[in-house]
Nanobody, 127 residues
Framework: QVQLVESGGGLVQAGDSLRLSCVASGGAFGNYAMGWFRQAPGKEREFVAA????????GYADSVKGRFTISRDSAKNTAYLQMSSLKPEDTALYYC????????????????????WGQGTQVTVSS
């Protein structure tokens, strides 16, 4: 079972940028499709972005499309979420997740699809 550790969160102002990292260990990183989710206080966990096992396909929530970019570096066993033009409504605990990807070009948007989760990293955007 892969283990995931997120980092890179923090307190920023609206309009700023942040890059979140998710380091995977204990599994063959190239076998996993990766996703980012977030959960704000009092709200359900929601999909943010996902990337296929190969990295060739990505998907985004409408609320972050054009502002966030997901990527992966197999040499570093790391997935990234580059966030720009941050808004106060982006404030949440951000989680990365991994799913064994049987299809090279599939990514997954539902949280129940994922096999492993990190502990989360807090992103707070002040207005």
């Amino acid at each position: 079972q892969v283990q995931l550790v997120e980092s890179g969160g923090g307190l920023v102002q609206a309009g700023d940028s942040l890059r979140l990292s998710c380091v995977a260990s204990g599994g063959a990183f190239g076998n996993y499709a990766m996703g980012w989710f977030r959960q704000a206080p009092g709200k359900e966990r929601e999909f943010v972005a996902a990337i296929s096992r190969s990295g060739r396909r990505t998907g985004y929530a409408d609320s972050v499309k054009g502002r966030f970019t997901i990527s992966r570096d197999s040499a570093k066993n790391t997935a990234y979420l580059q966030m720009s033009s941050l808004k106060p409504e982006d404030t949440a605990l951000y989680y990365c997740a991994a799913k064994i990807g049987f299809v090279d070009t599939s990514y997954y948007t539902g949280p129940n699809a994922y096999d492993a989760w990190g502990q989360g990293t807090q992103v707070t955007v002040s207005s």
